[in-house]
């Protein structure tokens, strides 16, 4: 079983920063496609970024190219989003998730692990 577990969230004005981190735990290996995924109340949960397990290849959520950077440091087996120039159509819950297989997918059903969320919210 791998454990993740999201830190770094919280509240920011519109125009600002934050960097979430994952970092995960138990069987881990740099193979593993990594993302992360965002849930606003009453919507459907979407995929933001992810990046395959070397860290060679990413894909960004089009609303979010240009201002998010996801980016991965396999030593320390942690995740990061680097979210700039934030706006409050970014206010979600932010999760991490992994997957058995180096090439990333778009759909949440393909990742097999999840941590509980950090929650980002953004004020105009």
């Known amino acids: 079983q791998v454990q993740l577990v999201e830190s770094g969230g919280g509240l920011v004005q519109a125009g600002g920063s934050l960097r979430l981190s994952c970092a995960a735990s138990?069987?881990?290996?740099?193979?593993?496609?990594m993302g992360w995924f965002r849930q606003a109340p009453g919507k459907e949960r979407e995929i933001v970024a992810a990046?395959?397990?070397?860290?060679?290849?990413?894909y960004y959520l089009d609303s979010v190219k240009g201002r998010f950077t996801i980016s991965r440091d396999n030593a320390k087996n942690t995740l990061y989003l680097q979210m700039n120039s934030l706006k409050p159509e970014d206010t979600a819950d932010y999760y991490c998730?992994?997957?058995?297989?180096?090439?990333?997918?778009?759909?949440?059903?393909?990742?097999?692990?999840w941590g509980q969320g950090t929650q980002v919210t953004v004020s105009s």
């Open positions: 138990g069987r881990t290996f740099s193979s593993n496609a």
């Open positions: 990046i395959t397990g070397s860290g060679g290849n990413t």
């Open positions: 998730a992994a997957r058995r297989g180096e090439w990333y997918g778009r759909s949440r059903q393909v990742y097999d692990y």
